[in-house]
Antibody, heavy 117, light 110 residues
């Protein structure tokens, strides 16, 4: 059974940093692209970033480009999202998702990031 | 990276069929057969219902079907059931190698 477990969320001040982790199990992690998708309270889903199997290629939404960095450790079956220069509008539940056929085939339960002073 | 356009809400009675549209551009929906649909209950993670425009993952009811014409994709739910009441989102791969989601549609089963 595929399992994706996010962690690292919490309350952070504007301008601060946070690193999210997503521990994967139940599938061969190194053979799948992975993604981060966020959802602000009461709002819709927004794609944040994606990374290919070996980490050689990454992509970002314009809203986070230059501030967020996606990475992965295939030896640890873990996906990361380093978030710097956080803004109030980054407040959201952040989901990690396993990519398959250009869709988010499996999702974690999400971790809440709140940016507030 | 503008969001795909979905109706904010749709409704239908049990047993009826409903269709949710998802309109993009030739750089996303119209340019690739990589449209997906997700179902989300309040407070829960999304679940993929359709991928590659019209394919269903194993375990998803065949009451759910997808299609695409030009820059508009559609999700049809037939034989509407109370358990189908949820939020539905479309997404598409884009020419920038990013993904874009729709704004979401709240389905109410009357």
């Amino acid at each position: 059974e595929v399992q994706l477990v996010e962690s690292g969320g919490g309350l952070v001040q504007p301008g601060g940093s946070l690193r999210l982790s997503c521990a994967a199990s139940g599938f061969t992690f190194r053979t799948y692209g992975m993604h981060w998708v966020r959802q602000a309270p009461g709002k819709g889903l927004v794609w944040v970033s994606g990374i290919k199997t070996d980490g050689s290629s990454t992509n970002y939404a314009d809203s986070v480009k230059g501030r967020f960095t996606i990475s992965r450790d295939n030896a640890k079956n873990t996906l990361y999202l380093q978030m710097n220069s956080l803004r109030a509008e980054d407040t959201a539940v952040y989901y990690c998702a396993r990519g398959q056929t250009k869709s988010a085939y499996d999702w974690g339960q999400g971790t809440l990031v709140t940016v507030s002073s | 990276q503008s969001a795909l356009t979905q109706p904010a809400s749709v409704s239908g009675s049990p047993g009826q069929s409903i269709t949710i549209s998802c309109t993009g551009t030739s750089s996303d929906v119209g340019g690739y057969n990589y449209v997906s649909w997700y179902q989300q209950y309040p407070g829960k993670a999304p679940k993929v219902m359709i991928y590659e425009v019209s394919s269903r993952p194993s375990g998803v009811s065949n009451r759910f079907s997808g299609s695409k014409s030009g820059n508009t994709a559609s999700l049809t739910i037939s034989g509407l059931q109370a358990e189908d009441e949820a939020d539905y989102y479309c997404s598409s791969f884009t020419s920038s190698s990013t993904w874009v989601f729709g704004g979401g549609t709240k389905l109410t089963v009357l």
